[in-house]
């Protein structure tokens, strides 16, 4: 069973004094790495609580819901009560102030091909699974950075937050508001 993340931008308007809702800022619904650097879900573990890794600091316990969240992100999270979990919310200002730079260890199953060339080369793979008993698979372990590991999260949601950061006053007036289900 899969886990998938419902995540909402905001930014604040000071003029009207609220929280406003924007709704054309991608992000990647399934990156369970980034699902656990945000709010310590899925954290080192996969399906059926399968080993993926040793896991992320998160960025922030989970916070619960804002109470001045917008009207559309609020219809939405009282939709999801009793289905969503771990609901939370952070600023733009405590993702930038996050070290991305971190390192932790992943791992995975891969067939003996790709294990052989990780080793002598360090290629790593570009599919492994977490756990399998076919024939011809072994276990391997490789570092990745926290920013590498989140992966479009990184490279292309924070930088359209931070655009809206420029044009609404700064990252403490941009937060993203989310909970996952599954």
């Not at 991608?26 to 990156?31: I, S």
């Amino acid at each position: 069973m899969g886990c998938d993340i419902h995540l909402y931008v905001e930014t604040f308007d000071p003029i009207k004094g609220c929280w406003v809702f924007c709704p054309d800022v991608e992000y990647d619904w399934r990156n369970y790495d980034a699902f656990a650097i945000l709010a310590d879900v899925r954290n080192g573990s996969g399906f059926a609580g399968c080993k993926t890794g040793d896991g992320f600091v998160p960025i922030s316990d989970q916070k619960g819901v804002p109470t001045d969240m917008s009207n559309e992100v609020r219809s939405s999270a009282e939709h999801w009560r009793g289905y969503g979990h771990s609901f939370s919310w952070l600023t733009l200002e405590e993702l930038l102030a996050y070290d991305w730079t971190q390192t932790t260890t992943k791992q995975g199953m891969v067939d003996k091909e790709a294990a052989q060339r990780f080793r002598e080369t360090g290629e790593l793979p570009n599919s492994w699974c977490g756990w399998t008993n076919a024939p011809g698979y072994e276990t391997i372990r490789w570092p990745i950075t926290y920013k590498d590991a989140a992966g479009a999260f990184y490279t292309k949601t924070l930088p359209e937050l931070q655009k809206l950061a420029d044009e609404h006053g700064g990252p403490k007036n941009v937060r993203i508001v989310f909970w996952f289900d599954n």
